[in-house]
């Protein structure tokens, strides 16, 4: 996703900003993105479920809330900060009670030269992860919201 050149509202690159490390809402937005989503990348269960199934569950997710924010008359969506850094949380969390962290392996970011090593995906299993989806879904918690 970095080598994409997309630029936030904050006119900094995503290969910028995540530097320093990931910074994802739910494994499917980045703050400063506003309405875009991404699959099957950083911070979701991309490396520990069957490929087909976690795009279906974050398929789901992307228009079932496409669909609710054009039903609620949403402008855009941004991820809030607090959200994104919850997320992070939990997902280093999760990894931490593995022995992930002691690797410099693919799932650690540890494959590539000069890339911070940290947790790369969400290991809590695809069940978990789409409680989690679910539930931002339903409340819409962690997304700043401007209506047209």
Known sequence: MTQLGLKSIYNTTLQEEWASGIDTYLGATVRGYPNMFHIYGPHAPTLFSNGPAAIEV????????????????????????????????????????????????TYMGGAVPGKKVEAMCFTGGLPLYRTHIRAAYDSLDGFELVKA
């Open 58 to 105: 974050q398929g789901r997710f992307v228009g079932d809330m496409i669909g609710k924010l054009e039903r609620q008359g949403v402008k855009y969506f941004n991820p809030t900060a607090e959200a994104s850094q919850e997320w992070k949380k939990l997902v280093s969390h999760l990894s931490d009670i593995t022995l992930f962290p002691h690797t410099r392996s």
